[in-house]
């Protein structure tokens, strides 16, 4: 039972106004099983309408502040006086049908109220008196509208001018009222009395005025029993709603304590029973000889890819709920199966090749857009090939580390650079002749090299000198 109206409550019942509760226009609280008015006159200057029916609110109280309210529903609650209107300037609708007003009289403090053109009061005791229709009338001269008939001019006038005696009829019944409704209430208080001593153990005694303390045989509490006081069970929530009893606020707040009562219990057994069934619940997993079942309690829609490719990966693609929680997702990869389970239910597929759980590329992702998850699973050939793909590094028997340096220096490019090394060292002035002796010595052709030019050849033993040849330059 929410009992008193909070900002929270409020603020929930604002999600149209997006969630501003000192602009809020209209309000709507029926059916809190709330206790007390309050906090609508601090929180919401602003309301117009206001929708209070089904409750359980004894009094008319914190509403005063609300100068535009319009239209103020508080049918079926327990109110017992029309009171706390005042200064609702605006106020046009009035709805107090089925609450427990007697008091005919504190209609007379609707009368500031100049707005006031609608009012219903339809399963009041008041509604019941003989001259209540007139007394109202004339009373409220604002008014256009009562229990949903028009006040024709000809009514008034009659009202107004038998004002006088309908005026001793109502004040009559009204006192008798308030009457009974206080030795109601007395009667109910020792009732509650002398059943709180019953309870406690005592009894009185009729003959004499004083109170005795019963006997009562030792109780026998079973350790570790899940009873406790609080616990209702079907008997006695059968006797009491058996019992008869008088419509009044009291039996309103009773029944409505006894059906929260009864709710609360509901949901005690039911979460006790799904916690015995999931502890009671023992799912075989495995056949016989060893290999998993393909199981989908779910019924969710999944597919495998990669079950003909060896050199891909499995990927699995299962349609979970797609506002479920990741929390309540539990995975578990082994090499040779795959095993989901969603709120108790077993989602367990075989896989044909063993995976490799604990690698880097194997994982699980969720849609953001449509919740599925895809696990992602890499084979065990897939590692193999890796490892046996990778190649081994070749180092010569009987090289020390000095040789394998300069073997590796040597395999390095030599690049050009300004300043000291390779082209610190070149002699730009014998590029051309170096390059013709490397040619020269291609040919197989012995030269000599200076530094100006090429020395000239010895001549052969058979070497004529003839004067009319002349000589080659």
Same mark, same amino acid.
């Given at each position: ?134 007394? @109202? ?145 023992? @799912? ?102 890796? @490892? ?29 650079? @300004? ?55």
């Amino acid at each position: 039972m929410s009992g008193r109206i909070t900002i929270d409550l409020i603020r929930k019942s604002a999600e149209h106004n997006s969630g501003e509760v000192s602009t809020l226009e209209e309000l709507s609280l029926h059916q809190r099983n709330i206790t007390k008015l309050d906090l609508i006159d601090n929180a919401c200057r602003k309301l117009k309408i206001l929708y209070l029916q089904n409750n359980l609110i004894p009094k008319i109280e914190n509403v005063s502040r609300c100068k535009e309210l319009n239209y103020l529903n508080m049918a079926l609650n327990n109110v017992a006086i029309i009171e706390g209107l005042e200064g609702c300037e605006m106020l046009e609708k009035l709805d107090l049908t089925v609450n427990f007003i007697g008091d005919l009289r504190s209609v007379k403090s609707l009368a500031c109220n100049r707005c006031l053109k609608q009012m219903y009061l339809t399963g009041n005791p008041c509604a019941m008196y003989d001259g209540y229709r007139e007394y @109202v009338v004339a009373v409220l001269p604002q008014l256009k509208n009562l229990d949903g008939h028009d006040i024709t001019r000809s009514e008034r006038i009659l009202a107004v001018q038998g004002i006088e005696e309908t005026t001793r009829m109502v004040n009559k019944q009204s006192l008798a009222h308030v009457a009974k409704e206080l030795a109601k209430k007395e009667k109910a208080a020792a009732k509650q009395a002398r059943k709180e001593l019953n309870e406690g153990g005592w009894y009185t005694n009729t003959t004499a005025e004083h109170t005795t303390k019963k006997k009562e045989p030792p109780k026998i509490v079973e350790i570790d029993s899940d009873a406790s006081e609080s616990d209702l069970d079907d008997e006695e929530a059968q006797d009491f709603w058996a019992e008869e009893s008088e419509f009044s606020p009291e039996s309103r707040v009773e029944a409505a304590l006894m059906t929260e009562r009864q709710e609360r219990m509901k949901e005690k057994s039911k979460g006790e029973k799904k916690k015995k069934a999931r502890n009671m619940k023992k @799912v075989n997993y495995f056949r016989k000889d060893g290999k998993p079942y393909n199981m989908n309690e779910g019924g969710w829609q999944f597919w495998l890819d990669g079950q003909g490719e060896e050199d891909e990966p499995y990927k699995l693609d299962l349609g979970v709920y797609k506002h479920l929680d990741t929390s309540a997702i539990d995975l578990d990869v082994n090499p040779n199966y795959v095993r989901i389970i969603i709120k108790e239910k077993v989602f367990q597929l075989h896989l044909p090749m063993e995976v490799c759980p604990d690698h880097k590329d194997s994982k699980a992702e969720r849609s953001k857009i449509t919740g599925r998850l895809e696990v992602t699973m890499v084979k065990m050939d897939q590692v193999a090939k890796k @490892v046996r793909s990778r190649p081994f590094r070749h180092v010569p028997g009987g090289e020390s580390r000095a040789e394998e340096k300069a073997r590796k220096d040597a395999k390095k490019p030599v690049r050009l650079e @300004v300043g000291e090394g390779l082209a610190a060292r070149t002699d730009h002035t014998t590029i051309i002749a170096d390059a013709e002796a490397a040619m020269q010595s291609k040919r197989g052709i012995l030269t000599v090299r200076s530094k100006g030019k090429a020395a000239p050849r010895a001549n052969d033993e058979d070497f004529v000198d003839d004067d009319d040849v002349p000589p080659l330059e």
